[in-house]
Nanobody, 126 residues
Framework: QVQLVESGGGLVQPGDSLRLSCVAS????????MGWFRQAPGKEREFVGT????????DYGDSVKGRFAISRVNAKNTVYLQMNSLKPEDTAVYYC???????????????????WGQGTQVTVSA
């Protein structure tokens, strides 16, 4: 059974940092591009970033570029999302996702990911 489990969310103040983790099981993790998305209340799910299998290319959404960083450790079946300089508008449920194609390329499109975690809540508030 393929499973993605996110952790690391919480309540922080504006300007703080937070690191999310996503651990995969039942998946040939090292051969799948991974993505991070987020969804705020009443809004559509939004692309945050994506990373290739070998970390050779990383792409970010415009709203987080320069503040967030994605990395992965294939030996640990884990992908990370380091979030710095957090803003209230970063408040959302954050999801990690595995690309639908093994050896696939990165994508910003939700439909290109077919395995999702349960999400972890990040709240940025003074």
């Amino acid at each position: 059974q393929v499973q993605l489990v996110e952790s690391g969310g919480g309540l922080v103040q504006p300007g703080d940092s937070l690191r999310l983790s996503c651990v995969a099981s039942g998946l040939d993790f090292r051969n799948y591009p991974m993505g991070w998305f987020r969804q705020a209340p009443g809004k559509e799910r939004e692309f945050v970033g994506t990373i290739t299998r070998t970390s050779s290319y990383i792409d970010y959404g415009d709203s987080v570029k320069g503040r967030f960083a994605i990395s992965r450790v294939n030996a640990k079946n884990t992908v990370y999302l380091q979030m710095n300089s957090l803003k209230p508008e970063d408040t959302a449920v954050y999801y990690c996702a595995a690309h639908r194609r093994r050896y696939g390329g990165t994508s910003r499109q939700i439909d290109d990911y077919d395995t999702w975690g349960q999400g972890t809540q990040v709240t940025v508030s003074a």
